[in-house]
């Protein structure tokens, strides 16, 4: 399977810009991450790119992703990808390679860094750093949804101290800030 197919299957499942811009830039995060790793970049980014792709259809934690393999698996998706993709969601599948791990790291790390974008005055991913995410961290009122605490263990997991994981994302999203429409009023570096 190659992007364009993934992209296609997404396309096709899901409706909701935000859910596809967050798919975008997990695929972002996980592609940085591959090729900072040496892995495989390709395989890495069809795991970020397709890992909520079935969200609108089964959006319950009983449901996603578990429901949403069979879908994968009739479109040839690779066993390494969907269970990378059940190791995320709560389907009792243990993480235990690089690119499981990598995935839950990168998963919900990129809304709050979304969140903090928007609220900046800039509303640009360009002149965000960790010390901004950091700040918003803090403040248990903003982007109350997310769960910190899963964020940092998923960090440490993976191996990476979190505000150095915070630092790789947003030098990710900014590769695709243009499509995400996070570039603010400030132009890129």
């Known amino acids: 399977?190659?992007?364009?197919?993934?992209?296609a299957i997404v396309q096709e499942y899901i409706q909701a810009p935000g859910l596809i811009n967050h798919m975008l830039c997990v695929e972002a995060a996980m592609r940085f991450y591959a090729e900072k790793l040496g892995q495989d970049v390709e395989l890495w980014g069809l795991t970020g790119l397709l890992h909520d792709f079935d969200w609108?259809?089964?959006p319950t934690l009983e449901g996603h992703p578990l429901e949403g393999a069979p879908i994968l698996r009739q479109r040839g998706v690779s066993e390494e990808v969907i269970r990378a993709i059940l190791s995320h969601g709560q389907c009792g599948v243990e993480r235990v390679s690089l690119m499981?791990?990598?995935?839950?790291?990168?998963?919900e790390i990129t809304g709050l860094i979304t969140a903090v974008t928007l609220v900046r005055p800039s509303r640009s991913l360009y002149d965000l750093s960790a010390s901004s995410v950091k700040k918003?961290?803090?403040d248990k009122a903003f982007a109350a949804g997310t769960n910190r605490e899963e964020m940092a263990e998923a960090a440490a997991d993976f191996g990476v101290e979190l505000w150095e994981h915070v630092d790789n994302v947003i030098l990710a999203m900014r590769r695709i800030a243009p499509q995400l429409g996070l570039e603010g009023n400030i132009p890129p570096a």
């Open 100 to 107: 499981e791990k990598a995935l839950l790291a990168c998963d």
């Open 1 to 7: 399977m190659d992007r364009n197919q993934a992209l």
């Open 56 to 58: 609108e259809i089964h």
């Open 136 to 138: 918003k961290w803090k």
